[in-house]
Nanobody, 115 residues
Framework: VQLVESGGGLVQPGGSLRLSCAAS????????MNWYRQAPGKERELVAV????????DYVDSVKGRFTISRDNAKNTVYLQMNSLKPEDTAVYYC?????????WGQGTQVTVSS
């Protein structure tokens, strides 16, 4: 199993970024995919979830209405579109999936929201 995130960077408050996570080594279309984030000094937090077929999504309250999780099962890729970014969104963002009760993580991508 391999998860590779990309798309992070430095953005001003109110700006947008789209994160991507390319997956391989498992049956992607059958797997729920998750985006987590971890800010300095804080615990890792579940941000968004999407079901295997993409028909069901969920978000932490702090990002509802600003972030959108989506997936392209033909490309084995899950996305996180982040709009109206705030300084408190600054964190390392991780792609995650659970297979046979084992958590798989990507290496993370840094998102910094600052003027």
């Amino acid at each position: 199993v391999q998860l590779v995130e990309s798309g992070g960077g430095l953005v001003q408050p109110g700006g947008s970024l789209r994160l991507s996570c390319a997956a391989s080594g498992f049956t992607f279309s059958r797997s729920t995919m998750n985006w987590y984030r971890q800010a300095p000094g804080k615990e890792r937090e579940l941000v968004a979830v999407i079901s295997g077929a993409g028909g069901s999504t969920d978000y932490v309250d702090s990002v509802k209405g600003r972030f959108t999780i989506s997936r392209d099962n033909a490309k084995n890729t899950v996305y996180l579109q982040m709009n109206s970014l705030k300084p408190e969104d600054t964190a390392v963002y991780y792609c995650n999936t659970v297979i046979n009760w084992y958590n798989y993580w990507g290496q993370g991508t840094q998102v910094t929201v600052s003027s």
